[in-house]
């Protein structure tokens, strides 16, 4: 396991709240691979909207997820 850059022995349980950011982040490539390939389908302007709200919304949830994993970082929570 990898800390802050240097190897750890540590096998220490993950947080679930660390898990969940984990999950998140995953989830959002999902999101954002669902989008690029409906919208790349898409028939009309209608689904270009849906995908194109679905690509914002990960887009925001990123940024939150990622925000939110840097303040674990910091508080030496993160592992």
């Known amino acids: 396991m990898i800390f802050r850059g240097v190897w750890s ?13 984990k999950k998140t982040l995953k989830l959002i ?3 954002l691979d669902l989008a690029d390939q409906r919208d790349a389908v ?3 302007s209608g689904c270009g909207v849906l995908y194109g709200v679905l690509r914002d919304s990960a887009y925001k949830i990123k940024q939150l997820a990622e925000s939110e994993r840097e303040a674990h970082i910091k508080k030496g929570w993160w592992k």
């Open 29 to 31: 490539e999902s999101m």
């Open 9 to 21: 022995l540590s096998t220490a349980p993950l947080r679930q709240c660390d898990e969940s950011i």
């Open 42 to 44: 898409r028939e009309d």
